[in-house]
């Protein structure tokens, strides 16, 4: 492997990783429940209030050490998934919160005494479309009341809190779609109007239908200005396709050693099958891949953390990623054989669940849309 940053921090990630090993996240996954014990162990170990600033309680890291920490995550067999999104969806209250909201919130997000773990963007009428959304937040007095329907909206029983993207103008009032989108942050303890129908989806994701009827919104969790949410958005979204694309660099890394183990060990007609050079080759090329998109997740990462514009990289490292550890999954499949479709090797679960990133938190064809419009300047299709 290439010679890898922040050594240190990717050990002490590896010891928590190892108190979890491959049967924890089996069991998880049968039973589909939520890995409580991992993300409290994370939380305590500080890990995932890396991005908080020292000065609210966190470990005030940058975003490539971000990177390390979920990329050893997946790579130790384990799914970050369930915990990554505190990350970046503190990134908009840290951004674009009052002075007053980040001092409460953010210290004790920075704890684990409160979980801020859910994000809800998508509906059932606007996934890719984001300013389609419908969801609408009404002013009455000193709250919002909003009424409207989310879909696949991960996290949201296991969380304390959750940024909520909704419209507070109408679309027929606004010059362009993307204003009059305005971003809260909900306090799901006892919350009345919302109501959570989980969804279970391809793999162990606890992920949901929320209704939203009514629900009161005080004034004062308006994260920012009113109308200006979906720039908010779209402000996280670099740090998020980087992190993302961390992570499938560590679950491309883990199917590759268990692939090369599988082939160096598993003997068919006398001989190791990794002797076979069509074994090895795929083996070799979904390396090659994963190597390739690692370095372009380190240099968006470096750009970001220098404050420079990282569009472009940020989109070409969560691509790359995606796809790359898709080849290395299929290829650790192919190299288990039936093993590969068993449970009890793992490959299939991580199979399924390195499959998500080819569609969120944005999907392949929208990255080569951005990639095509925005860094070749071709023609904008839609
Ligand atoms: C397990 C899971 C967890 C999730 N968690 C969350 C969450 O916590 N919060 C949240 O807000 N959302 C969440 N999502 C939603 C996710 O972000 C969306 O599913 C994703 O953005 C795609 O939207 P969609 O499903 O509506 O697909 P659609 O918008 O219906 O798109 C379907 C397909 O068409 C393609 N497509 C659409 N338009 C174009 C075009 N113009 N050109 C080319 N191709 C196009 C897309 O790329 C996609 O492949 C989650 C989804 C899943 C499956």
């Given at each position: 492997m290439l010679r890898e940053a922040h050594e240190d921090l990717r050990r002490g990630v590896r010891d928590v990783c190892a108190?979890?090993?491959n049967a924890y996240w089996r069991d998880l996954d049968a039973g589909r429940r939520y890995p409580e014990e991992f993300v409290r162990a994370m939380t305590e170990a500080g890990y995932l209030g890396a991005l908080i600033p020292g000065e609210y309680g966190?470990?005030?890291?940058?975003l490539s050490a971000a990177c390390a920490i979920l990329e050893e995550v997946n790579r130790s067999?384990?799914?970050a998934g369930p915990a990554h999104a505190q990350m970046y969806t503190m990134g908009t209250l840290l951004r674009h919160g009052s002075e007053e909201q980040k001092e409460a919130y953010l210290p004790k997000v920075a704890t684990g005494e409160?979980?801020?773990?859910a994000f809800g963007v998508t509906e059932p009428e606007a996934g890719t479309d984001?300013?389609?959304?419908?969801t609408k937040a009404t002013r009455e007095g000193d709250h919002y009341v909003v009424n409207g329907r989310k879909i696949y909206i991960s996290r949201v029983e296991q969380s304390d809190l959750m940024i909520l993207l909704a419209r507070t103008t109408p679309i027929e009032r606004v010059?362009?779609?993307?204003?009059?989108l305005s971003v809260f942050l909900v306090?799901?303890?006892?919350?009345?109007g919302l109501t959570a129908k989980p969804r279970r989806v391809m793999m162990n994701n606890a992920t949901n239908e929320l209704v939203l009827e009514d629900l009161r919104v005080p004034a004062?969790?308006?994260?920012?200005?009113?109308?200006?949410g979906f720039r908010y958005i779209l402000d996280g979204m670099n740090a998020e396709r980087i992190l993302i694309a961390a992570e499938c660099v560590g679950d491309g890394r883990w199917f590759v050693e268990k692939a090369t183990g599988r082939a160096g060990e598993r003997e068919v007609f006398g001989r190791r099958?990794?002797?076979n050079q069509g074994v090895q080759f795929p083996i070799a090329r979904a390396y090659a891949s994963v190597e390739a998109a690692s370095l372009m997740v380190e240099k968006a990462a470096a750009l970001f953390d220098r404050g420079e514009p990282c569009g472009a990289e940020a989109n070409l490292a969560k691509l790359l990623a995606a796809d790359a550890s898709w080849e290395a999954a299929n290829v650790a499949v192919q190299t288990f054989g039936g093993y590969g479709f068993d449970?009890?090797?793992d490959v299939e679960r991580k199979f399924r669940e390195t499959r998500l990133y080819q569609v969120a938190p944005i999907s392949t064809n929208l990255i080569l849309s951005y990639v095509a419009e925005h860094v070749l300047g071709l023609p904008r299709s839609f």
């Amino acid at each position: 492997m290439l010679r890898e940053a922040h050594e240190d921090l990717r050990r002490g990630v590896r010891d928590v990783c190892a108190r979890f090993p491959n049967a924890y996240w089996r069991d998880l996954d049968a039973g589909r429940r939520y890995p409580e014990e991992f993300v409290r162990a994370m939380t305590e170990a500080g890990y995932l209030g890396a991005l908080i600033p020292g000065e609210y309680g966190g470990l005030g890291l940058d975003l490539s050490a971000a990177c390390a920490i979920l990329e050893e995550v997946n790579r130790s067999g384990a799914n970050a998934g369930p915990a990554h999104a505190q990350m970046y969806t503190m990134g908009t209250l840290l951004r674009h919160g009052s002075e007053e909201q980040k001092e409460a919130y953010l210290p004790k997000v920075a704890t684990g005494e409160l979980r801020l773990q859910a994000f809800g963007v998508t509906e059932p009428e606007a996934g890719t479309d984001t300013t389609s959304i419908r969801t609408k937040a009404t002013r009455e007095g000193d709250h919002y009341v909003v009424n409207g329907r989310k879909i696949y909206i991960s996290r949201v029983e296991q969380s304390d809190l959750m940024i909520l993207l909704a419209r507070t103008t109408p679309i027929e009032r606004v010059e362009q779609r993307s204003h009059g989108l305005s971003v809260f942050l909900v306090d799901l303890r006892g919350a009345e109007g919302l109501t959570a129908k989980p969804r279970r989806v391809m793999m162990n994701n606890a992920t949901n239908e929320l209704v939203l009827e009514d629900l009161r919104v005080p004034a004062g969790n308006l994260i920012g200005e009113e109308g200006e949410g979906f720039r908010y958005i779209l402000d996280g979204m670099n740090a998020e396709r980087i992190l993302i694309a961390a992570e499938c660099v560590g679950d491309g890394r883990w199917f590759v050693e268990k692939a090369t183990g599988r082939a160096g060990e598993r003997e068919v007609f006398g001989r190791r099958i990794g002797e076979n050079q069509g074994v090895q080759f795929p083996i070799a090329r979904a390396y090659a891949s994963v190597e390739a998109a690692s370095l372009m997740v380190e240099k968006a990462a470096a750009l970001f953390d220098r404050g420079e514009p990282c569009g472009a990289e940020a989109n070409l490292a969560k691509l790359l990623a995606a796809d790359a550890s898709w080849e290395a999954a299929n290829v650790a499949v192919q190299t288990f054989g039936g093993y590969g479709f068993d449970a009890g090797y793992d490959v299939e679960r991580k199979f399924r669940e390195t499959r998500l990133y080819q569609v969120a938190p944005i999907s392949t064809n929208l990255i080569l849309s951005y990639v095509a419009e925005h860094v070749l300047g071709l023609p904008r299709s839609f």
